[in-house]
């Protein structure tokens, strides 16, 4: 990857698309112009496309395609694909690996120095015995938690990567808590590719809390039960299935969270990061607040929901065959199912739609 070329390629092809979304958007009939007193913001809409310009930034979307240019850097999502760029660096995302390129320098003049290739292949074990919270925490490798039947914890650093550092792995016993940390002695560095991934195997047996953290890694939990949940990634996507447990607090910056099966009282908090969320049957009470993220709500088989909603520059979409309440401040009641759970959902500019 020539990153020389890539920086000053992507911003000429996000103000090429701008440009082109603000004008074929005046082509159809049914624009809308949404002026809020809160954020003195502007959308304009057609369809599945729409701009939106407010102190947050320029937000333009045109299908799955998403590009975001704010005070906090620029995004661009392309379906699985995805670039930002911000003071932190560039992240690349691609169906094949991830890239992290330190932001130290100019953007325009990236020069990756002392790069090597390693192959990682880290095996631990670790006791449950005695151990009431599990913590984790990395910078750029992705991390996935499974539970299974087994007696104890098995961890495993593997993959390959490109780069001028590699994170050690290290765990630590600190009175009931196990800490498993991946941990450098560099605060900058330049990554060209990385498959490396974090995967912690967890004994069924184990219901107790865990609390897992990434500044730009991604983070996959499947198939848990516990106590409490406490995850938190800066820029990392965030994908949950199943999570049964007392409570769950999940917050994302710039990182989409993608959930489903959330048995268990959830707090979810998003940036400019999507939301979507699948409730059925299992799903309990529901807090989702976004800045500048839309929230998608997939109703499946069995979901029991008292809905209310505020969108305080955004709107509300549906295609399901369901009565929606609006009232003044642009705030939305409605129930699905016999409406047992509550689901409260608050955004700020993004939009809220229900399928």
């Excluded at 953007?107 to 390693?118: A, D, G, Q, V």
């Excluded at 994170?167 to 990385?194: A, F, H, Q, W």
Aim: proline residues 1%; aromatic residues 8%; contains cysteine.
């Amino acid at each position: 990857m020539d990153i020389k070329k890539l920086v000053p390629i992507l911003i000429g092809v996000i103000l090429i698309a701008f440009g082109i979304g603000i004008y074929s958007l005046r082509y159809y009939d049914n624009i809308s112009f949404n002026n809020s007193a809160n954020d003195d913001f502007v959308n304009i809409r057609s369809e599945d496309s729409s701009v939106k310009i407010g102190k947050d930034g320029i937000d333009v979307k045109d299908g799955d395609d998403h590009v975001s240019i704010g005070w906090k850097g620029i995004s661009v999502k392309d379906g699985g694909d995805e670039v930002q760029i911000g003071w932190n660096g560039i992240k690349v995302k691609d169906d094949k690996s991830n890239t992290d390129i330190d932001g130290s320098n100019s953007w325009f003049e990236f020069t990756p120095k002392n790069l090597k290739t390693y192959n990682i292949d880290e095996q631990k074990h670790e006791s449950i015995d005695g151990i009431d919270s599990i913590k984790i925490n990395s910078g750029f490798v992705d991390i996935m938690v499974t539970q299974e039947d087994r007696d104890d914890i098995w961890i495993k650093y593997h993959g390959t990567i490109k780069s001028n550092i590699v994170p050690k792995l290290e765990t630590e016993r600190n009175g009931k808590v196990l800490n498993i940390k991946l941990m450098s002695d560099k605060n900058s560095y330049t990554v060209s590719e990385s498959n490396v991934i974090l995967e912690i195997s967890v004994p069924e047996s184990f219901n107790k809390d865990f609390s897992i953290s990434s500044s730009s890694a991604d983070i996959f939990v499947n198939d848990i039960a516990g106590l409490h949940f406490d995850l938190n990634s800066g820029s990392g996507d965030i994908k949950l299935n199943n999570l049964s447990g007392k409570s769950a607090n999940i917050i994302t910056s710039s990182g989409d969270l993608i959930l489903a099966e959330l048995n268990c009282n959830s707090s979810i908090d998003s940036s400019s990061g999507d939301i979507k969320l699948y409730a059925d049957n299992s799903s309990k009470d529901l807090k989702i607040a976004t800045s500048s993220g839309d929230v998608v709500v997939v109703f499946e088989d069995g979901a029991n929901y008292s809905v209310m909603c505020t969108a305080s520059s955004g709107d509300v979409f549906t295609d399901r065959d369901i009565s929606i309440n609006k009232y003044k401040g642009n705030r939305y009641e409605f129930k699905e199912g016999t409406g047992d759970n509550e689901m409260r959902i608050d955004t700020s500019s993004g939009d809220i739609y229900f399928k």
